[in-house]
């Protein structure tokens, strides 16, 4: 019967479809740390602001189960291909019994030894012998470009579930002070300070690590026991050569082994590549069956289906049967022919062993018996500094639907080994092949800038979970690298844009630093400075999130700068909250000295002043609270305290200034607004016992007198000032008076007087105008300075 139809409810077409490519990446993520709460906006950057209390997470121990599966899940699985083989540990029984006694009384040890001399083979069969040793088994770490910082959140994550939550440095060290454990940690690149402070973090736990001697050694103080790891014996060499072949070797077969030995030192990887050679050299031997299909490993592609049922051989109906003959039955329809005799071995001396050259540098003749796929592969992965690309990205990249079984070739010859969650070239394959790549014309930089443009899109998409790109964040660091140094910057920028915000939600916070940097620098290059601005931000915000205060605020304020230049206000207004918050929280320890005399201010005489004294002698209970007081905690309280302490004073002056000029003034005042064109009286001067006339005393900054005169000089019709007996002086009583021969004039000129304002106590004593007057010189056509009124106290 039919299904019902099911209505499906309208949509808005110009919506995009959110969790779909078209729709764009939606995922914003929240990250809680201890102190902070982190919105990973990959637009404007990430916005930080402190974590309420309703967002603190409570850390709870997984079960044994969940550690065990947890730590299968970070280590590499097998790729698809043909296997590797297996390779026994030989020759290590002594460091072996060694290693399980030290552990089993507690103590750390550090396994020292030349890539390449079995040091994880030596780890991986302790650790199974120490499974029940501690109370939480036995816990797997790698030590691969991870800081001491990466390697204490390592072990809490396997311990305690809580996703998304980052605790802190104090947090951290509380919960991992109750773990106790054998904690294996391969690959370790830290020492001295650094390894210290990861194993006083865990002081139940017993460390069995593994390193290079190139890595830096433990401080000598420390009480990590030194293993030195060296080569194989001579007859372990030879058994190990022979397990790796799968047959016995032949007389000239051991002679070029014993000088593989003396040449590599007895470094076990070097006689498993050793081995691929002798197999290659056997397939060589050895001419390939005709019917032996191996088109998947060697083409890439399945044979061909028959296009219909095979043909019955019909010759019984044609040919009669000979005489004697016995009949034969006929075949039945679709079985195959038996197969032919196989042919014989091609002598030695056709294909030779190697030479002592090619054997101390194997990897070229290696890769020039390799499949096409298996050569492109390792092409990239030498394009990628070493790092090998996982085996589900290997098809797009090498574009072979079968390239995910490049890999697995490439590690049954030895080329590649496991390290951490992924697999990556030995040690010195890069610097053999890459040379002769890139002569051949195989090595370019388009391998980089494909692989960049691919994890691109790849991390990009919805479906990919912050933690399954945070297992490819080697590969993806190394294609950002490559790509910065090989002149394509914007595309080292546009991978850093899309993965910094998914190894930031994945709290692998030392690859989210890395791709931050790689793209800073990168942007700077390519001259993106919206992208440089968002990197500098995104550095602020992770210096913020590991407590360094001085370099978010010089991170912050790079990007801030930048923005504003670009004119994009919201970029601006997240990283200045970020900035405030920094401030916020790097606030000063001590007291702020203010220089002496900084909040004194010269006000007008006869005001009030208010001068803070600091050296002022307080009570012996309040000297505690006033220096709590002095405690700025940021300089925008400094800021406001300033501009609060300048406005009281401005608002005390033009209070004090209005209070001394007086609100009632007398009729017989002249203010400095009125004008004086007006009839005046013909009021006399007083005149002296001689008949002289009496000027006024000329006013004195030390004189008490109270008096106050103003001189006007009106201007000329013509645009010239008035002449000295034109001047015209108000005396203190109001009036104003003509000096003798002067006539009154009404020009439209403006006058120019100067005002002295008189104060509370007005004098007794009337003065007389001058008899001889300065004349001012004032310009007409613009202002002068004696235009307006000028108040001095006196």
């Not at 016995?326 to 042919?343: D, E, H, I, K, V």
């Not at 850093?496 to 998914?502: E, L």
């Not at 929280?585 to 201010?601: I, M, V, Y």
């Amino acid at each position: 019967m039919p299904l019902p139809k099911v209505t499906r409810p309208v949509r808005d077409p110009l919506a995009p479809e959110l969790g779909t490519p078209s729709g764009g990446n939606a995922r914003i993520p929240r990250v809680v740390t201890a102190d902070y709460l982190l919105t990973v906006n990959p637009v404007d950057g990430t916005e930080v602001v402190p974590c309420p209390p309703e967002e603190r997470r409570t850390p709870v121990r997984r079960t044994k189960e969940e550690r065990a599966a947890r730590i299968n899940a970070a280590r590499p699985s097998p790729p698809p291909g043909p296997p590797a083989p297996e390779v026994p540990l030989l020759e290590r029984e002594e460091e072996r019994e060694r290693l399980i006694r030290l552990l089993a009384r507690g103590r750390s040890i550090r396994v020292t030894g030349p890539s390449g001399a079995g040091r994880t083979s030596l780890l991986e069969s302790v650790a199974n012998a120490c499974a029940d040793l501690a109370p939480d088994g036995v816990i797997w770490l790698s030590g691969y470009h991870r800081t001491a910082a990466d390697l204490l959140h390592d072990l809490y994550t396997i311990v305690y579930a809580g996703e998304g939550y980052r605790p802190g440095h104090a947090e951290l060290t509380t919960l991992l002070a109750e773990v106790g454990a054998v904690v294996v940690l391969d690959d370790l690149e830290i020492g001295g300070a650094a390894l210290e402070e990861v194993l006083e973090a865990a002081p139940e736990c017993a460390f069995l690590m593994s390193a290079t001697p190139d890595v830096p050694a433990p401080a000598a103080d420390s009480m990590v026991v030194e293993v030195l790891l060296s080569g194989l014996t001579r007859t372990a060499c030879v058994d190990l050569l022979q397990l790796v072949t799968g047959r016995r070797l032949e007389e000239d077969e051991t002679a070029w082994a014993a000088d593989l030995w003396f040449e590599s030192e007895g470094l076990p990887l070097r006689f498993v590549q050793a081995g691929a050679l002798l197999r290659q050299r056997d397939a060589m031997r050895q001419p390939l069956d005709p019917d032996l299909d191996d088109s998947v490993w060697l083409n890439g592609s399945p044979p061909p289906e028959p296009a219909g049922p095979p043909i019955p051989d019909l010759t019984g109906f044609d040919d009669p049967l000979p005489a004697g003959a016995a009949p034969t039955a006929p075949p039945m329809a679709g079985t195959p022919p038996p197969p032919p005799p196989l042919p014989l071995r091609l002598p030695a001396t056709e294909v030779p062993l190697p030479s002592l050259a090619e054997s101390a540098a194997p990897a070229g003749l290696l890769a020039s018996r390799l499949s096409e796929a298996a050569r492109e592969a390792l092409a990239f992965a030498v394009a990628l500094d070493g790092e090998c690309p996982h085996p589900a990205h290997l098809p797009a990249l090498v574009g072979d639907t079968h390239g995910d079984a490049a890999l697995g070739e490439l590690i049954s010859v030895g080329l590649a080994v496991p390290v951490a969650s992924h697999f990556r070239l030995s040690a010195g394959v890069v610097q053999q092949l890459g040379p002769a790549f890139a002569a051949d014309g195989e090595l370019n930089d388009v391998q980089a800038h494909t692989a960049a443009l691919h994890y691109a899109w790849w991390t990009g998409h919805p479906s990919v979970t912050p933690e399954r790109a945070s297992a490819e964040s080697e590969a993806i660091v190394a294609a950002m690298t490559a790509c910065r140094d090989g002149g394509h910057a914007s595309a080292a920028v546009l991978l850093a844009r899309t993965v910094a915000p998914v190894f930031a939600a994945a709290l692998n916070w030392g690859a989210w630093e890395r791709a931050l940097r790689i793209g800073q620098e990168a942007a700077r290059l390519s001259g993106e400075v919206a992208e440089e601005a968002y990197f500098h931000h995104e550095l602020g915000v992770l210096a913020l999130c590991t407590d360094r205060m001085d370099r978010a605020r010089a991170e912050l304020e790079a990007s801030i700068a930048l923005r504003g230049a670009l004119a994009d206000r919201q970029g601006t207004v997240v990283g200045r909250r970020t900035l405030a918050l920094v401030n916020d929280r790097a606030g000063s320890s001590s007291p702020l000295e203010l220089p002496p005399g900084a909040l004194a201010f010269a006000l007008p005489e006869g005001t009030s002043q208010v001068v803070i004294d600091k050296t002022a002698a307080l009570p012996a209970g309040t000297a505690q609270h006033a220096r709590g007081l002095a405690v700025l905690r940021s300089r925008r309280n400094l800021v406001a305290a300033g501009t609060g302490v300048v406005l009281a004073a401005v608002l005390g002056t033009i209070v004090t200034m209005g209070a001394t000029s007086g609100g009632d003034h007398s009729p017989d005042q002249v203010k400095p607004i009125e004008t004086v064109e007006q009839d005046l009286p013909s009021d006399t001067a007083p005149s002296s016992d001689d008949g002289a006339s009496v000027a006024p005393p000329a006013a004195s900054s030390t004189s008490p007198s109270t008096s106050a005169s103003t001189t006007v000089t009106p201007s000329t019709p013509n645009g010239t000032t008035g002449t000295p007996g034109s001047s015209l002086t108000t005396p203190p009583g109001g009036t104003t008076s003509t000096a003798p021969g002067a006539p009154h004039s009404s020009s439209p000129g403006r006058p120019s007087h100067t005002t002295k304002p008189p104060t509370t106590k007005p004098s007794s004593t009337s003065a007389s105008p001058s008899s001889s007057p300065t004349p001012t010189d004032t310009d007409t056509d613009s202002p002068s300075p004696t235009d307006t009124a000028t108040v001095s106290p006196t």
